[in-house]
């Protein structure tokens, strides 16, 4: 650390120290813990379900409990522990993956040792279930718990300054639970030597195996999408012995991020880049996905439909439904249906509050929403609050207008303002859901939101659509961005 101290002046070394230093397999000691946890109340749990029916013996499950560390082994294998900078879509689709491969192994290994009949088919199918919905759950619980920690994750030192670098920098810190941690930028121009968010900017980065050694640094990221090829390729090669884990932003923003395959040609590295939403067979996987949850969700939720159409009618004078025209695939215009919320003379009120208040006039203008909208209803506010007045759009998913995720449905006055987003957006259909509703959902201005959906529409897998549909439950019961 003096070595460093020596060649870095007016830098907080003690501070910079404390950034880098980590807890070595904190987070994957904790991340099983979760995991071996869940796993066992998954089978207790379904043992214990079966049991109540009568004609089971649990005693006859007690001496199963090592097959827990089998699960322990499959995840180490298929890269789960740590989990270090794994996206939350990458990270469902392996859990419930190799889930699913250590029931099957048990499966034929019970059949083929002849204990088929011991043991019941609803316990193993019950257990299969409650693993794959509560390993992720208790994931993101210690997530949520532990991700702003000091201890959690892993220092990474971002080599680039400029704009990539930045937005690198910007894009882990907004997102702790990845677990890679910026301690330090490095950059050749002396004009970026200030900090990013926090993170300071200490020199070139011909400091970076220095800053390794002294920092046991193992992750770095190169954000140096404008350098030369030659320059650029030394850095790789003379740092790749440096940092382990080396990852390089390419300049292809824009693209897909999430499944981008690598590919050699002949000694020349390809990108395999597939909008799979485009594709014909993803298309249909996720209609099918569409239909077989809106069938059996809407039958769940039909008494609270009931319901909710009883109150509106209590609260204020007017319809039950209320038909709004938007934007569909390829821009054809559509009745989306949704619970009405708002007072009969709604417009009339919110214009005169707009020009009444030039404040709030601009806070429409920047997110198309008022926090306190004069044209809301009593039992419409909470409708919004809890995302209950779109309960009715699963009509339109029945009528192939929307599906269950999507980009967010937008009107046919908003098309001006996509500037160019709507070449991507209105390829797909619109969603009840999206992943700009689960990060912020109201509070996220509208170009942030157009980026957010474009990202979704290059980025599609029935993953992402099952981590969307999962984070909405817990938005939704938090209320967060919503009015």
Do not use: C
Not at 44 to 53: I, K, P, T
Not at 170 to 187: C, E, F, S, V
Not at 268 to 281: A, D, K, S
Request: charged share 20%; proline share 6%.
């Amino acid at each position: 650390m003096k070595r460093l101290a020596q060649e870095l002046e007016g830098i907080n070394y003690l501070r910079l120290a404390k950034r880098a230093a980590v807890t070595p397999g904190a987070v994957t000691a904790v991340y099983m813990t979760a995991d071996v946890l869940a796993i066992a109340l998954s089978i207790a749990a379904a043992v214990l379900a079966r049991g109540s029916l009568g004609g089971l013996d649990i005693a006859l499950y007690l001496p199963l409990w090592p097959v827990v560390w089998l699960f322990v082994m499959v995840y180490t294998i298929v890269g789960l522990y740590p989990g270090i900078g794994q996206a939350p879509a990458e990270e469902l689709r392996r859990l419930t993956l190799a889930s699913t491969l250590v029931y099957l192994v048990l499966g034929v290994g019970t059949f083929l040792f002849k204990e088929g009949e011991a043991y019941s088919r609803a316990v193993f199918l019950g257990a299969w279930a409650l693993t794959i919905l509560f390993v992720p759950l208790s994931r993101a619980l210690v997530r949520n718990l532990f991700a702003r920690r000091s201890w959690w994750g892993k220092p990474v030192v971002v080599l680039g300054a400029g704009d990539t670098g930045k937005m690198v920098v910007r894009a882990l810190n907004r997102n702790p639970g990845l677990g890679l941690k910026p301690i330090a930028a490095l950059d050749d121009d002396p004009g970026k030597r200030s900090a990013i968010d926090d993170v300071p900017v200490l020199g070139g980065v011909d400091l970076a195996p220095l800053l390794a050694r002294e920092l046991k640094v193992r992750h770095a990221i190169v954000a140096m999408p404008g350098v030369e090829r030659k320059k650029l390729l030394n850095i790789l090669e003379g740092y790749a012995g440096v940092f382990p884990h080396l990852v390089l932003i390419p300049d292809l923003f824009g693209f897909s991020s999430l499944w981008v395959s690598a590919q050699d040609l002949g000694g020349v590295l390809g990108l395999e880049i597939r909008q799979r939403l485009l594709l014909t067979g993803p298309r249909l996987t996720k209609r099918m996905v569409d239909l077989v949850l809106t069938l059996v969700g809407g039958l769940l939720v039909l008494p609270l439909i009931v319901l909710i159409a009883i109150l509106i009618k209590l609260d204020s004078r007017g319809p039950v439904f209320y038909f709004q025209d938007r934007l569909g695939k390829d821009g054809r215009v559509f009745k989306a249906v949704k619970f009405r919320s708002m007072y009969g003379d709604g417009e009339t009120r919110l214009a005169r509050l707009l020009e009444e208040n030039p404040h709030l006039k601009e806070e429409y203008e920047i997110y198309h929403k008022l926090r306190d909208d004069p044209r809301v209803t009593r039992i419409g506010r909470i409708l919004r609050k809890l995302s209950l007045d779109e309960l009715p759009q699963l009509w339109n998913v029945l009528r192939g207008e929307m599906s269950l995720v999507g980009p967010r449905a937008y009107l046919p006055r908003e098309l001006p303002k996509m500037n160019g987003s709507e070449r991507i957006i209105l390829k797909v259909l619109p969603g009840i859901t999206g992943l700009w509703q689960v990060s912020g959902r109201s509070e996220i201005p509208f170009p942030q939101r157009l980026e957010i959906d474009a990202y979704y529409v290059r980025n599609w897998s029935v993953w992402l659509d099952l981590y969307i549909l999962a984070r909405t439950v817990w938005v939704v019961l938090f209320s967060r961005g919503a009015y």
